[in-house]
Every structure is written in C-alpha cells, then in structure tokens.
C-alpha cells in the first residue's frame, strides 16, 4: 500500500512538473494603464520602511497615467532645480544633462539611480509609488563640491 501511495504522488508531482505556461494571446496582454500600476521591483528594492501605505496609495489602474517631464541640469554648484514635485502615480521622466564632469542622479529611498556622462544626457524614467520628500543626490566624486548635488523630490 505504502508503494501505491509513493507511486502514485510521484507521478502527479512528475506531470505537474511538465505542464508549460500557456503564453499570452493578444487579448490577454496588460494594457499601459495595469502595468503602469505596478511598482518596478527597482523602485521598492531600497525602500525599507518608506512601503507605501494605506495613508499613501499608489494610483489604480482605472486613473489616468500622468507623464511628468524635468530638465535637469548636474554642475559643480549642484541640481537645477533642486526641487521637483509630482504627484504619486506620476510617471517621472527626466533628462538628466551634465554641465561639466562626470555626475549621477540617485533617489537611495527608491532605489533609483542614473549615471550622467560628462557633458552629456541621459534619460531616467520611474513611477512615483511612495509619498513623501526624498532626497537626490550625486553619488560619483566630481570633487570639493559633490556635496552641493543634492535635492528633493516631493511626491503628494
């Protein structure tokens, strides 16, 4: 009875085991708007105890995704601007530009980061899935004033 038994469970964990996920048809492809809702796993890597709450819900589907787009400039005397306020749900997108040297742009709260090449630009786009002030900051030595390279993201 003991060797049914065993023969038995092994072969449904066997076929279990084989069975492949059938792949997603046309209709059944998230939309822009649910995959929008959902926080990149970047985002909350380094959130710590900043999770969003029930006091700070992210956006729901069912609401319009906002794109809010920043110029950014990165110099020795710091951020340009230094202050940048969106709404939580928002779709942040920035172009980061570096008026001398070697700069980042990084949001350690959210786990968001960029590097900026030297008077260059790049782009860096997130979702805004927490509320509250976090800090930006450079990340890269570009000398005596990379403490100067530092700012605030606000997110109502």
Known sequence: MRKLSFLLISLALLSACGTQPEPLTKD???SKEELSSVASPSALSDA???LASPETPAASSSEQV???SFYVTASHSGFNPSMITVKIGDT???TLESIDTRHSFSIPALGV???IPARDTTTLEF???LQGQFEFLSDVYSGEN???LRGVLLVN
């Open 113 to 115: 980061r960029a590097e």
């Open 66 to 68: 906002s794109v809010k």
């Open 28 to 30: 059944e492809t998230p």
């Open 127 to 129: 979702i805004a899935t």
């Open 92 to 94: 942040v997108k920035l």
């Open 48 to 50: 710590g105890a900043n």
């Open 146 to 148: 990379t403490e100067n």
